[in-house]
């Protein structure tokens, strides 16, 4: 080995990951069999809101293959009340969150009763012999109608459908001037109300659970994203000592915030297993977990941005309304407020304030999803600059230039309160021109138009940047959140040269065993191969904050380098009494240790020599420990900001309203890459969860707060069919505030991508008079716009967007 | 009832429940948990299996009528040690993230593949609009499709796959 061996970050390496996932090698939670396993099924509750007044347990515990029926009245002592982990303000309001409903239910979806059998197909026939009477209850499904004056209650006892309301207001925190000066003298004032719809995360491997009690200690698999806090918040919540749980995230497919969560039904089969002193497994139908698992976005956005005529900004008024649902599920209360540094974006806001009410209805909780506040504010402020210069008669994007934070202005503190480290808003946005044709884009518009064609072409921008990497500890602890956002690692030394990499980030599809692999073969010279990660349970990676938040990268890998260098300074001893040099007289490149300036022809011992040397352990300089593994705890200074400009070209056809992304095209930057292959991945299934935002996703109760897509026919995952492909591309300004100078990704198309085809969408027809559709921005929605020039396409297109649910369109979305 | 079916070049004989789907009989009976269930309404294809060469959604058939018929799976698809030419054009193109949908995935492109063998990227994202995924966004997937297509020679489709009696590689090899 040599000092000039090419390094292995920046490589696109193909995935370690994929042999397994390629042939069906797979530990999904579901394929578990234990002997002994039994099978659980939870009746749910079809009302939104209601009093149990009954419930007939006996028909089910006769079926044949039932050990157990369970109700809330069963576990009412001993389920606890699942926790939510961030209290935003000290007088919020939170309910008492059973996992099975005792006496009343608040949510069409809640479970309330189990059966425990044989098998899942006894399980699931039991549920139809249980009985249970409703006595049904107002339900509480508007937002603004359910904090007005003499509302219905979701929860009687907390005598309020307000939860609590946030505020930031750069005049009181001295970031900033005063947003209400701002506004009363404002030569221009763009003022607009966004509606965030109600998405799913619809991860494709439905959650499931099992847990086996009879060991020491008892284990649950879970397909969770989450399983260091998943462990503590079940020894927290069920009041079983931490050190006797283990948690064991195997193979999980996807999450996307939507495994970020401690269940019901995790609660519901550890209790089941623990009364049984039987193993018992949980694994949801793509209906429940459509219906019951956490959903994302639903908010009501009021927002006044105040400029002067020549463009430039001067101040910006934020009004949140943010549906809870019906209880606080782990970091409910907390997304919207991810988002409340954010609205002002890259823009030079000189005053900004942010309200947030966040409001209990009867619906299922929300929680993260991909981005989780982020995608809401970036909406609405790359909305609001297009209306901004369409106000003002500018191009949009000359408008977003005179207003972003120049490239020699970084690092640059917001009128938020965060420092941006780095960032170059100019060379992204020039590449990204480049590639998309935008001023030849731009002359082919204005020839439509003119000619009256019947599709007409629009363009969409966003030059967005975001907060990740989650997040330095001091700031979430000024935010009232639970916990802190280090992140754990461990590198062994194995006596044959090989690495084991623990780490406390837990993947589900990112690819952390191979981008791991690279940063640690180069930290400490050792083959790609030879290197092991490890992760996902509680007993081989016993600490860790888990992965949601773009945090694996910039904070958990970081954790692995310092790791490393903690294994480096210990062999460092070692190679130096080995090469009978002083230890500062020795020095590391490429997997050996050398006697500095000695050349590349003297002596070396490499890592493995001394990796082997450490395991015997004969002759060790003295008073060492015969030991190189270490470990370390890292805890961010800052968050990440990646930013990027996205560029969408959509077709509309106006005689039927249906939207075509001709093209998109993105350049992204994230810092330094660590695998392009993985980063491009990324990339496209964020972009698309942003578009599916735009064009097709939407979770719709009907007036008594019956889910009306709780399946994949009627919640409008997209196919490979409604979705072009991307031009993607990057620039690099490295972060100043990591060693590596990463940033992260894992949410960044998301966030971006949504206004940009929405944008591009009202671009298209605004000549029609149209100032904004309602997402998503479905065909039905697109021609009424279009026919009636309303700035508020909502109306007859309220259905869900094309799914066998939108049949009925009379119905009252809400 | 009783039935026997070839999964993966094995003959099993089992009495099962009228009512059993063979995604429930191929992974609880015979442990062929490689394939998975994403869903309830054959929407997402995460099941899809190949039931005598030509793909189906083994979530909307029940086991029974699969009796007499040769089952594959995404375990059956490797030989020797090495990938079918689509596994590795997917692993090559680094078309999965969580890999949940990849097998159903891979299993509908060999069908697709064998109908089209030189598919434009429209046939692509249409031969596979049944088949949901939420991470990759899909552009290296049918880039993985297309890919494969060009690595297969022989192509793919029923009689590259039948395996009892016959020692032809799957998909013609490359």
């Known amino acids: ?814 | 009832m009783r039935i026997t079916v070839t999964v993966d070049g094995t003959k099993y004989t089992d009495d099962v429940e009228p009512r059993q789907l063979l995604v429930h009989y191929l992974r609880e009976r015979l442990g062929k948990v490689g394939t998975v269930v994403g869903c309830d309404t054959s929407n997402c294809g995460a099941c899809t299996v190949h039931l005598d060469g030509h793909s189906v959604k083994s979530c909307s058939i029940l086991a029974v009528q699969a009796d007499g018929c040769e089952v594959t799976t995404i375990e059956g698809l490797a030989r020797d040690g090495r990938l079918h030419p689509v596994q590795q054009a997917f692993h090559d193109n680094h078309a999965l993230q969580c890999g949940f949908c990849t097998p159903g995935m891979i299993m509908q492109s060999i069908d697709l593949l064998a109908d089209n063998p030189d598919p434009d990227e429209k046939a692509v994202r249409e031969g596979l609009e049944g088949n949901l995924c939420r991470c990759t966004g899909y552009q290296n997937i049918v880039r993985a499709v297309r890919d494969a297509a060009g690595h297969m020679k022989g192509g793919a489709g029923p009689e590259a796959e039948q395996v009892t009696g016959a020692s032809q590689p799957v998909g013609g090899g490359n």
């Open chain 1, 1 to 814: 080995m040599t000092a000039t061996v090419e390094p292995e970050v920046g490589k696109s390496r193909l995935r370690k990951e994929d042999p397994r996932l390629l042939t069906g090698r797979t530990r999904w939670t579901d394929n578990l069999a234990l002997p002994g396993l039994l099978h659980m099924a939870i009746l749910r509750s079809p009302m939104a809101h209601a009093r149990i007044t009954s419930i007939d347990t006996s028909a089910a515990k006769e079926m044949p293959g039932v050990l157990t029926v369970l109700t809330g009245a069963d576990l009412a002592d001993e389920q606890g009340s699942l926790p939510c982990a961030w209290p935003i303000t000290a007088d919020m309001k939170a309910p008492n969150a059973p996992s099975v409903a005792v006496d009343k239910v608040n949510f069409a979806g809640e479970a309330v009763a189990l059966v425990v059998a044989r098998s899942a197909y006894e399980a699931a026939d039991a549920l139809e012999g249980i009985d249970v009477d409703y006595d049904e209850l107002p339900v509480v499904l508007d937002m603004a109608a359910a904090i007005a004056d003499g509302a219905d209650l979701v929860h009687d006892d907390l005598g309020t459908n307000s939860s609590a309301t946030w505020i930031f207001d750069s005049g009181e925190a001295g970031s900033g001037g005063d947003v209400e000066q701002a506004i009363s003298g404002a030569e221009v004032l763009i003022e607009r109300t966004y509606r965030q719809q109600r998405l799913i995360p619809a991860f494709m491997e439905p959650r499931s659970v099992v847990v086996d009690p009879t060991g020491e200690q008892f284990t649950m698999w879970s397909a969770t994203q989450i399983p260091h806090i998943l462990r503590l918040m079940l020894a927290m919540t069920l009041s079983v000592p931490e050190h006797k749980v283990r948690v064991i995230a195997p193979d999980v497919g996807g999450g996307f915030g939507g495994k970020l969560q401690v269940t019901p039904e995790e609660i519901l089969t550890f209790l089941a297993a623990r009364r049984l002193g039987k193993p018992v497994k949980y694994t949801e139908s793509r209906s429940e977990s459509l219906l019951s698992g956490h959903h994302g976005r639903d908010q009501i956005q009021k927002l006044t941005l105040s400029a002067r005529r020549d463009g430039t900004v001067t101040g910006l008024k934020v009004e949140l309304l943010a549906d809870m649902g019906a209880y606080l599920r782990l970091v409910t209360p907390g997304v919207p407020i991810l988002g409340a540094f954010m609205f002002n974006a890259i823009y030079k806001f000189p005053a900004y304030r942010f309200v947030c009410t966040n409001v209990f209805t009867n619906k299922t909780p929300t929680d993260a999803y991909r981005g989780a506040g982020r995608p809401e504010a970036t909406y609405a402020i790359e909305r609001l600059m297009d209306e901004l210069a369409a106000e003002l008669g500018v191009d949009p994007m000359a408008i977003r230039e005179k207003n972003w934070i120049k490239h020699d202005e970084f690092p640059f503190t917001t009128v938020a309160g965060l420092t941006y480290d780095s960032g170059n808003y100019e060379a992204a946005t020039a590449k990204a021109k480049e590639l998309f044709g935008y001023d030849a884009l731009r002359t082919e518009q204005r020839e439509r138009r003119e000619r009256g064609d019947s599709v007409q072409l629009g363009i969409g921008i966003s030059t967005f940047t975001e907060m990740c990497g989650l997040a330095p500890s001091r700031v979430l602890g000024s935010l009232s959140y639970g916990a802190g956002g280090w992140e754990h690692a461990a590198i062994r030394m194995l006596p044959t040269g090989k690495v084991e990499v623990v780490t406390g980030s837990s993947p589900h599809g990112q690819g952390h065993e191979t981008a791991w692999s690279q940063i640690v073969a180069d930290q400490l010279g050792v083959p790609f191969e030879d290197v092991e990660v490890l992760h996902g349970d509680t007993q081989s990676s016993h600490k860790g904050m888990d992965t949601y938040g773009s945090r694996s990268l910039t904070v958990g890998a970081m954790a692995v380098v310092q790791a490393a260098d903690k294994v480096k300074a210990k062999a460092a001893k070692v190679a130096a009494h080995m090469l009978e040099a002083g230890e500062d007289d020795v020095e590391f490149a490429a997997g050996a240790f050398r006697v500095r300036g000695a050349g590349a022809q003297a002596k070396s011992v490499s890592i493995q020599d001394i990796s082997l040397a450490v395991f015997a352990a004969h002759d060790l300089p003295d008073g060492m420990e015969p030991n190189l593994d270490s470990e370390a705890t890292f805890d961010p200074q800052n968050f990440s900001f990646p930013h990027g400009t996205h560029l969408c070209a959509t077709e509309v056809d106006t005689e039927t309203g249906r939207v075509t992304i001709r093209s998109y095209v993105c350049v992204d930057d994230i810092g330094k890459v660590v695998n392009p292959l993985i980063v491009e991945g990324q990339v496209h299934g964020g972009l698309v969860q942003g578009i599916a935002q735009a064009l097709f996703e939407e979770a719709v109760h009907d007036e008594s707060g019956t889910l009306t897509t709780g399946t994949l026919a009627d919640y409008l995952v997209p196919s490979a069919a409604d979705l072009p492909s991307f031009t993607t591309d990057r620039t690099e300004s490295p972060s100043t505030t990591n060693v590596l100078g990463v940033k992260g990704v894992g949410e960044a198309g998301t966030i971006a991508s949504t206004p940009a085809v929405v944008n591009a969408i009202v671009d298209a027809v605004r000549h029609f008079g149209v100032s904004d559709i309602q997402m998503p921005c479905t065909p039905m929605r697109v021609w009424q716009a279009i026919r009636t020039g309303r700035s508020d396409a909502g109306g007859l297109g309220g259905e869900a967007g094309g799914g066998l649910g939108s049949i009925d369109t009379s119905g009252g979305a809400q």
